[in-house]
């Protein structure tokens, strides 16, 4: 992904005490200089591959979306280019300052929705030939057997430009495994295999890329500020739902609640240990009222027991999955477009003009 390069400075730079505003001003220091060296020079050629990558695609509801997010982007590397262009008012390092001051709210619409344009520029490479009817027929009907079996293990999935779910999967036989690419829902009659290969990497580059995931929230945004909740741990498994795309994500969330390395538990665990604590400190009153107070309190930590078990079936039945494309982020320098009405052939419409020259599609 592109962004993974410079959103690593986004979290607080390690090594700068002193106040918030400290560390707030090395964030967007770090954030500013990361985007200037890795991003800023390739916007144009990235927008300009992503724009062309969505209007080859078959019509889909969600594509005006995509091309607003574009539009979005382009704004947004349209005002950084002109913050770093326009002269300082005031000597540095004051100048500096507020100069990062000013584009932090770009970089951020970049560090939070540059998978977007990264996975539609990436639908311009090549992918592996279709397989023969006959054999696609019979590997079908092997990967179907393998799923009665419980021998088809999914490992990755997401969406192509054909709306079609993707699914790579390892398929088991007489103890030889093979990665079989998978389009349609795992399991079901639809179900078909596009491809085998003998590692994941190769099954990768010959399947159809995968288009930009979509989100749980279209207004939610991973790097917003977002105040101290008393219950930090539980507050911080919901972000992690929140900026999931992927099951694996909503998965390991799940189980973090009931489980947990060390002393760093789960909230589940705590919260039992809470009640035992309670249902003691009931009991020790040596009142009926307490004991009926703790009885109560110790059906309830059973309770929880069963609880933790079955989050942790509902975590593993998850299985491997992805939100379907057209869950698109929300822009946040443009206006929603009306959700067209489903109909078997969309209208394919241009690309929504750029709003800065700099950034817009030649």
Known sequence: MIHTRYERALPSPPGIGGSPANIARGRRREGAEAFQRHVLPHTDRLLAAARSAVDAMPPA?????????????????????????????????????????QLWPYILVWAERSFIVSDLAGQHRPQGPPLPREEQRLWTERAQAAWQRGNLDASDAWYSADNELITLAHLVEHDEETVVVLVGELGSEQMQVLGHYDSEYEAERASPPPVPAGVLR?????????????????????????????????????????????????????????????????????????????????????????????????????????????????????TVPATPALTTALPAGPPAPSITGSARHR
């Open 61 to 101: 509801r969600h594509h005006d979306a995509w091309r607003l997010l574009l539009d979005d982007l382009a704004h947004a590397a349209g005002q950084i280019h002109r913050i770093l262009s326009t002269p300082a008012s005031q000597p540095e390092p004051k100048a500096a300052i507020a100069r990062h001051l």
């Open 218 to 334: 279209p207004d939610y945004a991973p790097f917003k500020h977002q105040p101290t909740a008393p219950e930090t741990t539980v507050a911080a498994l919901i972000r992690k739902v929140e900026e999931a795309r992927h099951t694996a994500d909503v998965s390991m969330a799940l189980l973090d609640a009931v489980d947990g390395p060390g002393v760093s538990r789960g909230p589940l665990p705590r919260l039992t240990e809470l009640i035992d604590q309670a249902a003691k400190f009931a009991d020790a009153l040596e009142t009926k009222q307490g004991q009926r107070a703790a009885a109560r309190l110790s059906v309830l930590s059973r309770q929880l027991g069963v609880l933790r078990e079955e989050i942790e079936s509902a975590a593993q039945d998850l299985g491997v999955g992805v939100l379907p494309p057209h869950r698109t982020p929300r822009p946040m320098f443009h």
